[in-house]
């Protein structure tokens, strides 16, 4: 989902979605001590591989290889997203 959507636009399903999603994903970073993608075994040399997209701004999405890119917009915190994965409008 793009990360600028705005909660007035979600649908009944997204919003469904999100509140099933954002408690999983919560307990997963506790759990795994703030990190929430599991490294496949290939992967367990890379510096950011636990990562999905915070901090990751130029390098390639785990998911679909488009470069993962970041924008200050609405608050003086930086988003990470991938464009590809989580396009606007969706
Ligand atoms: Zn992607």
Redesign the pocket.
């Known amino acids: 989902m793009y990360p600028f959507k705005k909660v007035i636009s979600l649908s009944e399903c997204e919003l469904n979605e999100l509140l099933l999603c954002i408690p999983k994903i919560l307990s997963q970073g506790y759990k795994n001590k703030g990190r929430t993608r599991t490294i496949p075994e290939k992967e367990k040399t890379l510096r950011d591989a636990t990562l999905w997209v915070f901090r990751r701004s130029g390098k390639q999405?785990w998911?679909?290889?488009?470069k993962i890119v970041s924008e200050k917009k609405l608050t003086s915190r930086t988003t990470f997203w991938?464009p590809?994965?989580q396009p606007i409008g969706i």
């Open positions: 999405c998911t679909c290889g488009a991938c590809n994965c």
